[in-house]
């Protein structure tokens, strides 16, 4: 089946440690995003991805870091200097500006 | 810069009446706009999407909205509710003139009452 892959769908992290989300789309699409989304806040975009080895700083890129070494992956880490990492994270993939979206991955701290 | 407002946090109306939610955007340049859903335990879908031409767009499952340039506004409807249409909506803006940035306001609880 096509669509996008995120995992795991729960993920625990422990204080000063990175963590990594997994993202893969096998959708042949050359868009990927990160958003997180905070109960009230909606989504908001951490990063984006337009093509292979490129990459943008969505509206709360501090704390993160990516990498698009495959058009298939988008991975997002989640670095010790997020301070407030428990949300639920979203990715995405675009086709003529309609996102697909995977079925997230919740974050908590322990 | 970029960015959506969705005034109201929670939509209530009943069985067979209209629905409308707001949304208004900002952009520097022209404007891509997007209305998604989010079911209860299921992912974001999207519903429909203006990008030129007519005003109004039709989209899934009834749902349409209308672009108002003049009012920066692009607000959804639905002329007879269902308690199936309760859910989580997002409404999105690209600007065009730029990349492939979209942006998502904070979302509306609607809930339809039988």
């Known amino acids: 089946d096509g669509g996008i892959t995120q995992s795991p769908k729960y993920l625990f992290r422990k204080e000063g440690q990175n963590v990594t989300l997994s993202c893969e789309q096998n959708?042949?699409?050359?868009?990927m995003y990160w958003y997180r989304q905070d109960p009230g806040q909606g989504l908001r975009l951490i990063y984006y991805?337009?093509?292979?080895?490129?990459?943008q700083k969505g509206d709360i890129a501090e704390g993160y870091s990516v990498s698009r070494e495959k058009k298939e992956s988008f991975p997002l880490t989640v670095t010790s200097a997020q301070k407030n990492p428990t949300a639920f994270y979203l990715c995405?993939?675009?086709?003529?500006?309609?996102?697909?979206f995977g079925s997230g991955t919740q974050l908590s701290v322990l | 810069a970029q960015s959506v407002a969705q005034p109201e946090d929670q939509v209530n109306v009943a069985e067979g009446n209209p629905l409308t939610v707001k949304c208004t955007y900002s952009?520097?340049?022209?404007?891509?706009l997007f209305w998604y859903v989010q079911y209860p335990n299921r992912g974001l879908q999207f519903l429909l999407k203006?990008?030129?031409?007519?005003?109004l767009v039709k989209g899934s499952y009834g749902f349409e909205a209308e672009f108002n340039k003049s009012q920066t506004s692009f607000h959804l409807k639905k002329p007879s509710a269902l308690v199936s249409d309760s859910a989580l909506y997002f409404c999105?803006?690209?600007?065009?003139?730029?990349?492939?940035?979209?942006?998502f306001g904070a979302g509306t609880t609607v809930t339809v009452r039988a």
């Open positions: 995405a993939s675009s086709s003529r500006d309609k996102l697909f």
């Open positions: 959708l042949n699409h050359d868009a």
């Open positions: 991805s337009q093509i292979v080895n490129d990459f």
């Open positions: 952009v520097s340049g022209n404007p891509y």
């Open positions: 203006y990008i030129t031409g007519d005003n």
């Open positions: 999105a803006v690209r600007d065009i003139t730029y990349d492939y940035k979209l942006s």
